[in-house]
Every structure is written in C-alpha cells, then in structure tokens.
C-alpha cells in the first residue's frame, strides 16, 4: 500500500514539474500566478488583487519577447520600488513567453 501511494504521488510531482514538453504553456501561467499573482492578474479578462498592477496577460504582451527575456532574467522589481525583484531562470522565461504567444490560457 505505502509503495503505491508513494508511486502515485511521484506520478504527481512529475506531471506538474517535470514534464516541460508537455506542459509548457500552462507551466509559464502558473510560475507568473506563483510569483506575481499576488498582485497581478495573470489570465485574459481577469482582475488584479492590486488595482495598480496591470494586468500582465495584456500587458506582457505587448512586450518584445527579447524585452521579455532580459527582464524576467534581471528581476522586474528593480524597475518598480512596489515590486519584489523576482528572478526567473532561463526555462522559467522560455515557459512564460510561450504561455504569452497565446498557445494555451
Ligand atoms: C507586491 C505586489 C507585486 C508583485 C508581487 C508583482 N508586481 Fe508587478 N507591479 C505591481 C504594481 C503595484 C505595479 C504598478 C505600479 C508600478 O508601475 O510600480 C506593477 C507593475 C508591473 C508592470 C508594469 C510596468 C510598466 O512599465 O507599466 C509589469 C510589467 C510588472 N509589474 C511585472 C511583474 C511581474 C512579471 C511580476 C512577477 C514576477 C510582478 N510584477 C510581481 C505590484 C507587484
């Protein structure tokens, strides 16, 4: 019993964390809810916790993606003393901006 409960729940962890071929799309969406849900809307016509923060499924978007990519990389917060500077590694950022070319939301 124990070792199957065990092999269920790694069967779990690896379809959420470990499977970025098939699941990058909506892994890019859940690291921006993680990290910036907080205070941001993350999905189209959704509202942000904060009224000040954008929402940042459109606003994003309107970004260049190598824009994007420096920006994920540097920590957005240190451009907006109301933010935390949040890093993102490399895969992070390939997963966000796939989630942002709309492949799935
Ligand atoms: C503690 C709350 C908080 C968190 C967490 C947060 N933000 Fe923000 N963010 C804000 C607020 C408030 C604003 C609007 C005021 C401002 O521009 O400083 C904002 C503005 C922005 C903007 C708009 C900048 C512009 O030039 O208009 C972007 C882009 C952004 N945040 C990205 C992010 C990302 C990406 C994350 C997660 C990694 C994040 N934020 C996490 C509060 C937050």
Known sequence: MKTVGCALALQVLITAFACPAHSQESEGQSLLKKRCGRCHAVSADSKSPIAAAPNLWEKLRSYPSERLDVEFAEGMGSRH???PQIQFTAEEIA???NYLA????
């Open 81 to 83: 003393p109301a933010m």
């Open 95 to 97: 997963a966000v901006q």
């Open 102 to 105: 709309g492949v799935q939301r």
